[in-house]
């Protein structure tokens, strides 16, 4: 069995518990099965609760069938991405669920096993495919991407300043066959941007390594269709929970929630008109982050932001 940290587990669990508990035979979706820590503490909390768990890294998966074994019969565990949830569900007769749980970002497996090409920290092939069937890769961004088109991804999904003299190097660097592996890029990176600025704000490859592993995995497409359409399948008195680990995440799912949970009456109306009131409610407003202890002992919590919604009325 191999074992990591979920972040912010207890939280989540807290957050979905009136939602499970409120049914005699609730359904969670896990929309981000991982390793199935999330999963496995709310399968051994909540004897009556099945689990449908979505993942696109069939590595992840594997081992996560082997972390939930003993609870093979609550637990359907499908390789599909979470924009595909209303598919799945459907392919399953559920029509609605009672809570989901979105752990979005690139997971402990994907960071941990270098091979896989997610870290700047160690020597790896340029991959950063989450579901590794998939045809694009960093490799083929970095090869065969126009100036053009790695600006946009360096500024959209790195909001990186020096974007457009890091797109000139790379153009450089793959004409002349400098460009092989995550080493290559990590340096030619920190070449790219004046030494005053990488004397602040951490490793200078950070911002172009996460819009490679964005633009490779599409998250923000998949995200935007994703959270509309996960709204949709949750019951009444359902919750749904997401922890993202960057601000363009966040951005999405707070807009999202924002707008699920704001009244469309028309402003001046003395009473609330039912068909307009809105159907859902934030458990809390903002987000929270993980405390100082946790985040001592889980690195990976540093950057959490967790938003909770839940739907109040059909």
Known sequence: MQVHKSVMLD???????????????????DATLGLGGHSKA?????????????????????????????????????HAVYDELPSVLD???????????????????????AERGFSYSHLAPLDMRMDQSDPLSAAVVLNTYTKGELVRVL?????????????????????SGLLNNTKDLAELVKSSIPAATRRTGGNPAKRTFQALRIEVNNELKVLETAIPAALDRLSVGGRM?????????DRIVKRFFADAS???SPRGLPVEMA?????YNLVFR????????????????QSVKLRAIERIAA
């Open 42 to 78: 709310i399968l051994e909390k909540f004897p009556q609760v099945k689990i449908v768990g979505l993942d696109r890294d069939q590595s992840a998966m594997k081992i996560a069938k082997e972390n939930l074994q003993e609870f093979a019969e609550r637990i359907t565990i499908i």
């Open 155 to 175: 500024r959209n999904y790195g909001e990186e300043k020096f974007a457009s003299r890091i797109a000139d190097n790379i153009i450089k660097a793959r004409a």
């Open 11 to 29: 939280r989540c669990i807290t957050l979905l518990t009136p939602a499970i508990e409120r049914n005699s035979n609730p359904i969670v979706i």
């Open 275 to 279: 068909e307009f009131a809105a159907k």
């Open 241 to 249: 929970v997401v922890m993202s680990f960057q601000s363009l995440e």
């Open 262 to 264: 704001e009244s469309k």
């Open 286 to 301: 903002g987000s929270e982050s993980a405390s100082d202890e946790e985040i001592e002992s889980n690195s990976r919590a």
């Open 91 to 113: 392919s399953l007769g559920f029509k609605k669920v009672d809570g989901i749980l979105f752990d979005l970002g690139v997971s402990s497996l994907q960071l941990d096993e």
